[in-house]
């Protein structure tokens, strides 16, 4: 079933918010919070689920509770800019749950893949399969995050 693009009503744009923000909000709690009872908020979450706009519901682990988790930013360049060899390697980023984030950019690099991996011996394996196995990778770097500042999956309605 293809999905289509809503159009959003004030409503919409402050339970949108409010479901990223926590998603295991109750309905009464979400309604009270956004002037509509329980079945109304039910209502647009189906909307929104039916519609594609909500994908999924995830927990988010606190990075500084969890064990040894190693955190990399990595910029890749490809040898060849053909749509093959960027399907291939999308393919092979997409395998891997490590890959938190991977951006298809413009400018002196192809691609920014955010690494979360359990240690450096799980990263230097990974960085291994993804990028120096990979056949097309020209080259890549990769900045270790010392401090997550900020992180997150918050995208605007508006």
Known sequence: MPRRHLTFDEIDHRLLDLLQRDAGSTLRILGAA???????????????????????????????RTAD??????LVTLERESSRHHAAFRRRLLEVPEVQQAYD??????????????GMARH???????????????????????????????????
Do not use: C
């Open 105 to 118: 950019v413009s400018g002196e690099w192809d691609y920014v893949v955010l690494l979360a991996t359990t």
């Open 69 to 74: 988790i190693v955190l990399a930013v990595v």
């Open 124 to 158: 230097k394996e990974l960085a291994q399969h993804l990028f120096k196995d990979a056949p097309n990778v020209q080259r890549f770097t990769t900045m270790f995050v010392l401090d997550p500042v900020r992180t997150g999956t918050y995208l605007p309605t508006r």
């Open 34 to 64: 956004v002037g509509l009872s329980a079945s109304a908020v039910q209502r647009r979450i189906n909307r929104y689920r039916a519609a594609g706009v909500l994908e999924r519901h995830v927990a988010v682990l606190d990075l500084e």
